[in-house]
């Protein structure tokens, strides 16, 4: 599939237009492919940055209007400035009009994704005459068992049928080994204040607690969710207990990548989980980090844990 392609459909199932049968398929692809997954990430991260400049720029231009309000083009004429005589009275409406073009235009221009193709009788703005029906905004499928709190077998890996590669077997000593050494502490504790209201990040958290992860994610997707590391390292937690893996090793994957962040350290850590609970296909990137992390010059606070992981590790039957 070509990246144009693919490109519309990640924007067709970030904006709710893909068919239901579709949005699920799509869905699967991401599961069994972490660099569709984090396409999908970065577009949607592509979305909330363009939405929150063009609030910026409408928020500065009212700004501009109230300290220099435009000409109103209803105002009455005053008596010593009497009406052009003639039919050329029309031009004085044409920088209004050329102003107004302009505007519109930008904010139209700004508004379309790179590379999408827009079809006739459904220009921004306008409800398409066919709308799907409605899909939820999340990075997962919509979760069924995990809502109700309680933990989901673990799936037999399906056919990708967008996809002729055969999907990536997980090896099961590798997952046990994985979810085996998985601890995390209490998110909601300490977090809310007295007689205050909770908010977005503390409902997530406590959500999260409940063992409610796709209502986790779902509440960590609003605007007000709060600071990004912390998002992205509760959502993590969200995705590896849904068993989304290769999603859950790009969020803490995120979360490494700000060494000023609160959970850098404990982001090492459960990256090098996710990338075990993958099996022999992060067997590399496994390696690679839990060795750094088992190394006493580093004083990480999992060292020993490090150690004894890879201990374990090696000890299975390659």
């Known amino acids: 599939m070509s990246k144009r392609l693919q490109k519309e459909r990640i924007e067709a199932y970030l904006t709710g237009q893909l068919p239901p049968e579709e949005a699920q398929a799509f869905e699967r692809d991401m599961a069994g492919d972490e660099a569709l997954a984090t396409e999908v990430e970065m577009q949607r991260l592509e979305h909330d940055a363009m939405e929150l400049m ?61 590379d999408v193709i827009v079809q006739p009788n459904n220009w921004p703005g306008e409800t398409p005459t066919a709308p799907a029906a409605p899909q939820q905004k999340s990075d997962v499928p919509i979760a069924t068992e995990e809502e109700k709190g309680t933990d989901a077998k673990p799936q037999a890996p399906t056919t990708n049928p967008k996809n002729d590669k055969p999907p990536v077997q997980q090896n099961s000593q590798y997952l046990a080994l994985a979810t085996d050494n998985y601890d995390v502490a209490d998110f909601s504790s300490g977090l809310k204040g007295a007689g205050s ?53 790009t969020e803490f994957n995120g979360v490494v990548g700000n060494e000023f962040a609160p959970d850098f350290l404990s982001a090492q850590w459960y990256l090098a989980l996710s990338y075990l609970a993958q099996g022999p296909a992060k067997r590399k990137q496994f390696l690679k980090l839990t060795e750094e992390l088992a190394d006493v010059k580093n004083q990480h606070p999992r060292q020993a844990d490090a150690a004894k992981l890879l201990a374990s590790f090696n000890g299975l039957k390659q």
């Open 54 to 114: 063009l609030e910026k720029r409408l928020k500065s231009r009212m700004a501009d209007w109230k300290n220099n309000p435009p000409p109103n083009p209803f105002e009455a004429p005053t008596p010593s400035s009497p009406p052009p005589a003639g039919n050329g009275s029309w031009k004085k409406w044409l920088p209004l009009l050329g102003l107004a073009i302009l505007v519109f235009s930008g904010i139209w221009y700004f508004m379309q994704p790179d």
């Open 197 to 249: 209201e909770p908010s977005v990040f503390e409902l997530a958290a406590e959500a999260f607690d409940a063992k409610q992860y796709g209502k986790t994610i779902e509440l960590l997707a609003k605007k007000e969710a709060g600071n990004e590391s912390q998002v992205r390292y509760l959502r993590g937690h969200a995705l590896f207990n849904l068993k989304r893996y290769g999603q859950a090793a």
